[in-house]
């Protein structure tokens, strides 16, 4: 099936990509969404801006546009992208890369059904945490954590690369702290630097942004190594 993908350039969006290649879809373009701020509950924030890089390395065209942060604003543009999608490249269906929020999976179901899409959703539901990310790590993924929200996570994992000894880590900060070690709540978000998909992989500049209780590793410079 020809998908438009929804990337966010994190972990998730980008091993849903990656499930999706191996199972025998078509990824045919990769479509962004910037919300205007991080209040947004459905959109990814910190550093989709250099998702264009990510998706560069894999050679998929890439569709970004901007949105403010409400529902109907985040529903219209959303629409207006799959009608893109499909005009330009013949898109069957989208490819969705959560994991358990079903808030955000109905509202991704009911605009696919506006347009007669069907919707791929191959990481959803993928197990427990602890084996989810443990995946994602065995299958060749870099990620860093771009910015932490919840307690137990601080200024020590921004900009972090992710190995399978923080997976441990994280595990057991989640049970102390009571957040889910796969960030589907929010709690942090990631950038992925290299994976399978990639031809190159990324080179980031940043600086850490900390004010004791939340973070980012700001980035300023992403480059194709």
């Not at 219209?76 to 358990?100: D, F, V």
């Not at 990620?143 to 996570?153: P, R």
Request: charge should be negative; proline fraction near 3%; aromatic fraction near 12%.
């Amino acid at each position: 099936m020809r998908l438009a993908a929804l990337f966010s350039g994190g972990k998730d969006s980008t091993f849903a990509i990656y499930k999706a290649v191996c199972a025998g879809h078509r990824v045919c373009c990769l479509l962004s969404i910037s919300p205007a701020s991080s209040d947004s509950h459905l959109l990814h924030y910190h550093g989709i801006e250099y998702a264009n890089i990510q998706a560069e390395s894999m050679g998929i065209p890439h569709y970004s546009v901007h949105s403010d942060t409400n529902y109907l604003a985040e529903d219209h543009t959303l629409n207006s992208l799959l009608q893109w999608a499909i005009q330009n490249y013949n898109a069957e269906g989208i490819l969705h890369g959560g994991i358990r929020s079903t808030y955000q999976k109905e509202r991704f179901e009911r605009v696919a059904k506006l347009n007669d899409l069907a919707i791929v959703s191959p990481v959803w539901e993928s197990g427990p945490a602890m084996q989810y990310m443990s995946d994602i790590i065995r299958c060749g993924f870099k990620f860093i954590i771009q910015s932490v929200s919840a307690g137990g996570l601080d200024a020590y994992w921004l900009g972090r690369l992710i190995t399978m000894s923080d997976i441990k880590y994280l595990y057991k900060l989640g049970r102390k702290h009571g957040f889910s070690m796969d960030f589907e709540g929010g709690e942090a978000e990631t950038f992925v630097v290299d994976c399978p998909l990639f031809a190159r992989p990324i080179m980031l500049c940043g600086v850490h942004r900390w004010d004791g209780y939340i973070g980012r590793f700001e980035i300023s410079e992403a480059v194709l190594i």
